[in-house]
């Protein structure tokens, strides 16, 4: 365990495992993959909606994202949350949920040309989650509180990263959620 709390992996939670996909294609950025990375990996804060999720680093260095990092996460609702920083590239990161986040399991966020489309890039952001437990799985999954809240946040980021790009948007922000089965 690095930093304060324990690691809340998908295999811990409860009900069916989901694999969610946010992404958005771009053209015409004003910087390379590997600066608009640089960006959102430093700028978490401020490309989530504030009001629905709000980040803070608790635990690394203060301009930069190494493996170890902890975010602290105001969700809007009665939960809050943390993640940890397990894996991060030139243009990719993953965050784990920890201990008290709402889903258990793993969050990866890229950002590459697409191989079909020269000159557009794509920004995905993928999830690999299951409700902490069943009031979450209530919450989520039946109410559809949840899913609205975590759904604006994720296309309201993918729609800055665009903006901060100075590129062009290509069509809507793609959702899709698929359900991977149950554990």
């Known amino acids: 365990m690095v930093g304060g709390k324990q690691a809340q992996p998908a295999k811990d939670g409860t009900g069916a495992l989901f694999h969610r996909r946010y992404q958005v294609r771009f053209s015409d950025a004003r910087m390379t993959p590997q600066q608009l990375m640089a960006f959102v990996k430093a700028n978490l804060a401020s490309l989530a909606p504030a009001q629905l999720a709000d980040f803070e680093k608790r635990h690394g260095h203060p301009w930069a994202m190494e493996v170890g990092d902890e975010y602290d996460i105001t969700i809007f609702g009665p939960w809050n ?33 697409d191989p079909e489309m020269p000159g557009v890039l794509c920004f995905r952001i993928e999830s690999w989650a299951r409700s902490r437990d069943g009031l979450v799985q209530l919450a989520y999954s039946s109410l559809k509180l949840g899913q609205m809240v975590q759904e604006r946040v994720w296309v309201t980021f993918c729609k800055r990263v665009v903006k901060y790009s100075g590129g062009r948007q290509l069509g809507k922000v793609e959702v899709v959620t698929k359900e991977l089965g149950r554990g």
Do not use: D, M, N, Q
């Open 81 to 113: 949350g943390a993640v940890r920083v397990v894996e991060v590239g030139e243009t990719s990161f993953t965050l784990l949920t920890l201990k008290g986040h709402p889903e258990a399991g793993h969050i990866r966020f890229t950002l590459e040309e």
